[in-house]
């Protein structure tokens, strides 16, 4: 039987340091009444010993903890849970990684391809070699293992990824789905977050 914590396998995370306060965020890899592993999209500048408060969201609640950073990978960070996890009830949507998604978003007449990092039953988080301007209504099509996801979307944020790259990072909220992209996308959602 699975624990309460292995259901946030997959989902988004949210770190913050409590030394400066400073933000950093991820997806769970492993989830145990005792330590989380946390992946990265890139390089994060911690130290071993640093104290975070956590916050895990899934499908139907939230964790909220604290924890000490006990290891550092070049894309996980090991952390030791001191105290027990609290669960709420979930307070936004569960946002899932995935790694066999991709996009072509066209706007204003050009095409741009993007790599999907993650997704939510209304959204999608993406990587791009691009700038698009937040408010922008685009179309997107998602190249998933279950067949191509076609809608509008709307840019709702967009933001410097990566300078050495020269990548942003785009959040799209997706507009009306058709009844059989509806179906892909949350079986998506559903199984990337199992």
Not at 1 to 27: C, H, P, Y
Not at 48 to 67: P, Y
Request: charged content about 25%.
């Amino acid at each position: 039987m699975a624990t309460q914590e292995a259901i946030f396998i997959n989902t988004r995370v949210r770190l913050q340091r409590l030394a400066d306060a400073k933000f950093f965020s991820g997806w769970v890899k492993d989830f145990t009444r005792t330590d989380l592993v946390v992946k990265l999209g890139g390089p994060t500048q911690v130290k071993l010993g640093e104290t975070f408060m956590v916050q895990v969201h899934g499908h139907s609640s939230t964790a909220l903890f604290r924890a000490v950073l006990r290891a550092v990978g070049p894309k996980e960070l090991t952390f030791v849970i001191p105290e027990p996890v609290r669960f709420l009830t979930a307070s936004e949507q569960v946002r899932v990684t995935v790694e066999d998604v991709t996009a072509t978003i066209t706007g204003g007449g050009k095409a741009l391809e993007a790599t999907v990092v993650d997704l939510s039953v209304g959204g999608a988080g993406l990587v791009a070699a691009r700038e698009i301007k937040k408010g922008e209504h685009v179309r997107v099509i998602f190249t998933t293992p279950l067949g191509n996801v076609e809608c509008d979307a709307e840019v709702r944020y967009c933001k410097m990824e990566s300078i050495e790259d020269g990548t942003y990072r785009i959040g799209v909220q997706l507009e009306e789905l058709g009844r059989i992209e509806r179906a892909r996308w949350n079986r998506l959602v559903e199984q990337d977050a199992a």
